[in-house]
């Protein structure tokens, strides 16, 4: 008989009752040192005290009241990021799937209100996740989360990852955007050249197109920096975000300039959910957070030192890890053939230790951003007993 709860997920049997920073504590007693962050979601770690107080105290004023009204929290929170970031304007949503859907909605306005509705088509990458809309999964591109759901939505072009050639091959009269992750999350830990992003800024320009910039994952302070393509030191025209903006509450935006924003008028898009008072209060304390002074450094500091220990862990496991890459709190251990992810995901969960798979047999390492250089270090351990399990069911085979 099928679950109640539609079973759309492979579940691990864990059911967790308590979290506290980056750790959480399973129904079974056992306690987790969590570096999957919900899907890097959980950017201050469970339990946050100045996030917790922010919700409860705005749970217990006013929920909701809808888009039919002034949300003080969410001008607050739309003017702090529009003062810390590229953008001008900031649209409010509840998920990664729905900022995408609002950012290609808004690349499609711009060029319409400029004469050029024929310009709707966005170049996409092999290898992206952009959510599970009906438009998203076309422009995500993966046959699997196609089949089934009839015929994809026009306009989504997709070119190998990396690939500059590709990319100016790929537009045509109707091309309207470039949109990427600046790392491919789910595709596999895998970050653009810094170069590529330059490069592909110049080609938007050259060509008139708009960057449309996903980083629903890597942004947010994930990377070290508030948005990742801060990196390359370039500006999108563009962007959504999501999963950490909210630090475990639903919250999804979409950043844009001037000149994409001033077309989505009254009537043009909305939500009735969207930015509400309730979640602009999550992102309100969770910006308080990511914005002190000093914190963005320290999750660059972390991020470097997880970097160099995740190094070591593969130079002491070569059988298992193939090689680490990704960016700040963002990190994939490349694993070989005869050990796939989930297995070693398993196997790290069996140590006390929760990870995330992702494409290409990737181990995906998304911790809260507050972790500490000792929790870095005990991730490094536990996943070094986790490979040798690997390595000792390979002897006992001999
Ligand atoms: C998770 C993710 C999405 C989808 O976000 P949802 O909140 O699950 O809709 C979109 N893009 C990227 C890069 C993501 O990592």
Redesign the pocket.
């Known amino acids: 008989m099928i679950p109640a709860l539609m079973p759309t997920y492979n579940r691990a049997d864990l059911a967790f009752e308590r979290g506290e920073g980056a750790r959480l504590w399973a129904s079974d007693g056992r306690r987790y040192l969590d570096f999957g962050a919900g899907?890097a979601t959980s950017s201050l770690g469970h339990g946050h005290p100045h996030l917790v107080q922010a919700i409860a105290e705005q749970a217990a004023r006013v929920m909701h009241v809808s888009n039919l009204y002034r949300v003080p929290q969410a001008e607050t929170l739309a003017a702090r990021h529009v003062a810390a970031s590229f953008a001008d304007s900031v649209f409010f949503c509840n998920?990664?799937?729905?900022a995408?859907e609002g950012m290609v909605k808004a690349v499609r306005k711009f060029h319409a209100e400029n004469g050029h509705p024929e310009r709707f088509r966005t170049i996409c990458f092999e290898g992206a996740?952009?959510?599970?809309t009906l438009a998203m999964i076309s422009a995500t591109g993966n046959p699997k989360y196609l089949a089934g759901f009839g015929p994809p939505v026009e306009g989504f072009d997709h070119v190998p990852f990396g690939n500059m050639n590709a990319v100016r091959a790929a537009i045509t009269k109707e091309t309207a955007a470039i949109m990427i992750?600046p790392v491919q999350?789910?595709g596999g830990v895998r970050p653009a050249d810094l170069q590529f992003l330059r490069d592909l800024r110049a080609t938007c320009d050259e060509f008139g197109l708009l960057l449309a910039l996903?980083e629903?994952?890597t942004g947010m302070g994930r990377s070290g920096r508030l948005w990742a393509h801060q990196w390359a030191g370039i500006e999108p025209d563009v962007m959504s975000s999501?999963?950490g903006i909210g630090g475990g509450f639903p919250l999804?935006a979409v950043f844009a300039k001037e000149h994409v924003a001033k077309h989505l008028k009254p009537g043009t898009h909305g939500t009735t959910y969207g930015g509400n008072p309730l979640a602009c209060a999550a992102g309100n304390a969770v910006l308080d957070v990511v914005l002190a002074p000093g914190f963005l450094d320290g999750v660059d500091r972390v991020a470097r030192h997880l970097w160099r220990g995740l190094l070591g862990l593969a130079d002491r496991h070569p059988a298992v890890i193939a090689g680490v890459q990704g960016a700040g709190l963002l990190l994939g251990l490349k694993l070989h053939e005869q050990v796939s992810n989930g297995a070693l995901q398993e196997a790290a969960v069996q140590e006390g230790l929760l990870t995330v798979a992702a494409g290409m047999n990737v181990l995906r390492l998304a911790p809260p951003l507050i972790i500490t250089e000792a929790d870095a270090d005990e991730a490094v351990e536990l996943l070094g007993r986790a490979c040798r399990r690997f390595e000792a069911v390979k002897v006992a085979a001999k």
């Open positions: 899907i998920s990664g799937a729905e995408n996740f952009h959510g599970r992750e999350g789910e996903d629903v994952q999501a999963k999804g």
